[in-house]
Each structure stands twice: as C-alpha cells, then as structure tokens.
C-alpha cells in the first residue's frame, strides 16, 4: 500500500486496499468474465484481507418527504462505508457514474468506487459526494451524503 496514504485517513487507505486487490485480480482473471464474478472475487479477496464486506447490499430510495420508492442494490459495501460498483462493460458509460452516485445518495455514504474489469486495462473512478440532504433525512437523524460530487 502506498505509504502516503497508509497514514492517511481510514477512507484512502481503504480504497487503496480495494484498488490493489483488483488490480491484483483483474491481473488474474482479466476480462471476458461476467460482473458477478468479479463482485465474488473481489469480495472474496478482501474479506481474506479481514475487511467487512456486504454484497448486494440493499439501499433505500426515499422522495424529498421521506416516503419509500424503492431499493437499489450496492454489489458490495466494505466496512460499512465505502460503496463498490462493479461493472464488466468495454467502457464506463455516463449512466454507470449516475448509478453509484444514486447509490451514494440512497444510502447517505460519501464515498464510492466504480470499477470496471471488462476491458482489456482495468477501470476504476472514486467518487466523494459531499453536501446538503433534506429536511427528512436530517430529522431522521441519517448521517449527510449530500448531493454535490467530485471523481477522478
């Protein structure tokens, strides 16, 4: 792990750890394979690693006054803050960054990793979504997500 980073906050540390135990499969498998099989080796693998992983983690969509529309399915949630998203696309689409940001909206996490291991060279984007959420969630007492994001 990068020695910058290991003493940095936990979130950089984690997505380090999730960025080269994909790297690391990727480099195994490489691509060709359906995306449920890289969400069961990655999440396999970093468990190994003594990381908490959930998959297919369910994620309530709420209207502005709180009312429940609906689910979306996180592929994996690692030690309860950080979302991954795992596509096994040729390249990452517009429609693929909207999905993990709803993801990170739905679930009030700020941090998130859309990686894609169905091309030949691995890709991965960390997104951090920071802001205001409305009045329900704050009465609810949910922790903020937000609603404006950065990736790179």
């Not at 950089?12 to 995306?35: I, Q, W």
């Not at 908490?52 to 309530?60: E, R, S, W």
């Not at 993801?103 to 941090?111: F, K, P």
Request: glycine share 12%; charged share 25%.
């Amino acid at each position: 792990m990068n020695s910058h980073a290991s003493q940095a906050d936990p979130v950089l540390r984690l997505c380090d750890a999730v960025r080269e135990t994909a790297f690391s499969m990727h480099g195994y498998l490489r691509h060709g394979h359906l995306e449920k099989v890289y969400e069961n080796g990655l999440a396999g693998r970093l468990r190994r690693l003594g990381l908490a992983v959930q998959q297919q983690c369910p994620l309530q969509v709420r209207d502005q006054d709180g009312a429940l529309l609906g689910d979306y399915y996180a592929d994996l949630v690692v030690e309860g803050f950080l979302i991954v998203e795992i596509k096994a696309v040729r390249r990452l689409a517009d429609e693929h960054l909207a999905q993990i940001l709803g993801y990170l909206r739905a679930s009030g996490m700020e941090h998130g990793l859309l990686i894609n291991f169905g091309g030949v060279r691995l890709e991965i984007r960390k997104l951090v979504l920071a802001g205001e959420e409305p009045e329900w969630a704050r009465a609810a007492g949910l922790p903020p997500s937000g609603h404006d994001a950065k990736h790179g």
